[in-house]
């Protein structure tokens, strides 16, 4: 199956920063997704995103399809950015299909 | 608000219970997911159903049984689980199970086994 490696895999900021997350997978996919789980366990979606870029305010994601990585910009960090950062992705090939394959995830620390 | 309604929130059972897990999704998908995820760790893909029909069980023991009673929901019987068990239960949704959209997660239920 794919195989998903996500960097740093701990960051901790002060309020007002700014970071990049990143995402390397092993093979092509059809599916990349980002997702913030919150302390309550709650995967929340912010980008969908198999191929080039997208912004949603102070979020904004690059996917490079032909290199095989992601990357998740977070700018002017805020306290409520804290939690884990997951990035998954899926193909429609093989034995992987139907299948969403996370990596580890960074745990994100934003302090006032 | 999450278009994937899980309950219960919290469960905690022995055993020797039976209970179940209940989720629910209005977004006309026609796939659904259980994950299980434990402490500081990704989730884990458990059962894919496509069209209410079981399509992938990752070698899941028997003391889990899922069920799709139709396009809407979406359930997970629990019976003689051990404490290892414990862990956050993840239900998700899609437009079908080609990985060629997002995927929809509920807000989860965390199981403890006494």
């Known amino acids: 199956g794919i195989q998903v490696e996500q960097s740093p895999p701990d960051l901790i900021l002060q309020e007002g920063a700014n970071s990049t997350l990143r995402c390397n997978f092993s093979d092509s996919v059809n599916n990349l997704q980002w997702f913030h789980q919150n302390p309550w366990g709650q995967l929340i979606n912010l980008f969908y995103i198999p191929s080039g870029t997208k912004q949603n305010g102070r979020l904004s994601a690059t996917t490079v399809a032909t290199e095989r990585y992601s990357l998740l910009y977070i700018s002017s960090s805020q306290t409520t950015d804290s939690g884990v950062y997951f990035c998954a992705v899926g193909n429609a090939g093989g034995t992987s299909y139907g299948k969403l394959t996370f990596g580890q995830g960074t745990i994100l620390t934003v302090h006032p | 608000d999450t278009e994937v309604t899980q309950t219960p929130k919290h469960l905690v059972m022995g055993m020797t219970n039976k209970k179940s897990l209940k989720c629910e999704q209005h977004?006309?998908?026609?796939?659904m997911y259980w994950y299980k995820q434990k402490a500081k760790k990704p989730p884990e893909l458990m059962f894919v159903y496509s069209y209410e029909k079981l399509s992938i069980n990752e070698s899941v023991p028997s003391r889990f049984s899922p069920e799709c009673p139709n396009s809407s929901l979406l359930n997970l019987h629990l019976h003689a689980l051990q404490p290892e068990d414990s862990a956050l239960y993840l239900c998700?949704?899609?437009?079908?199970?080609?990985?060629?959209?997002?995927?929809?997660f509920g807000e989860g239920s965390r199981l403890t086994v006494l």
């Open positions: 998700a949704s899609s437009q079908d199970r080609s990985m060629a959209g997002e995927l929809f």
């Open positions: 977004m006309g998908h026609r796939a």
